[in-house]
């Protein structure tokens, strides 16, 4: 069965060694070790694949526990229907924090632009007030 390296895989989903040991910190990784006193981090396909669903997740934007709670589901293939339900409402959830994030950055272009247009607009009536003369004479 195929293998990989912590650099290998860092290499392949562009991100750092640290990253990847963070994740295994937080149970979502479960490399094997070996070499003198296990210095050597071996990771099996289905790492690779977890490593690839948590990136995936981080790029929805899901917390770790979410992603890690995504990922556990498919260690046990008990009952799919269930499981593919309960993503479905991980991810409806998260498309309402995006819609609400989408709303709220709307809002605030729109109040970016009316601030814009009012400098402007005050910039327009100073440039057409007359300037004072310099009586240096």
């Known amino acids: 069965m195929r293998t990989y390296t912590i650099a290998e895989l860092a290499r392949e989903f562009d991100i750092t060694a640290r990253a990847i040991r963070f994740y295994e910190d937080q149970g979502l990784l479960k490399p094997s070790r070996e070499g003198v006193g296990g210095r050597n981090r071996v ?76 400098c402007r607009s005050l910039l327009a009536g100073a440039a057409r007030q007359p300037q004072p003369q310099d009586d240096a004479a």
């Open 43 to 118: 990771y099996t396909a289905r790492d690779r694949t977890h490593l690839k669903l948590t990136l995936r997740g981080k790029r929805l934007g899901l917390t770790l526990s979410e992603i890690k709670s995504i990922v556990d589901m498919y260690e046990s293939p008990k009952d799919t229907a269930a499981q593919i339900n309960r993503f479905l409402g991980v991810l409806a959830h998260q498309r309402e924090v995006l819609e609400q994030q989408r709303e709220d950055i709307e809002v605030t272009l729109a109040e970016i632009a009316a601030h814009e247009e009012e």
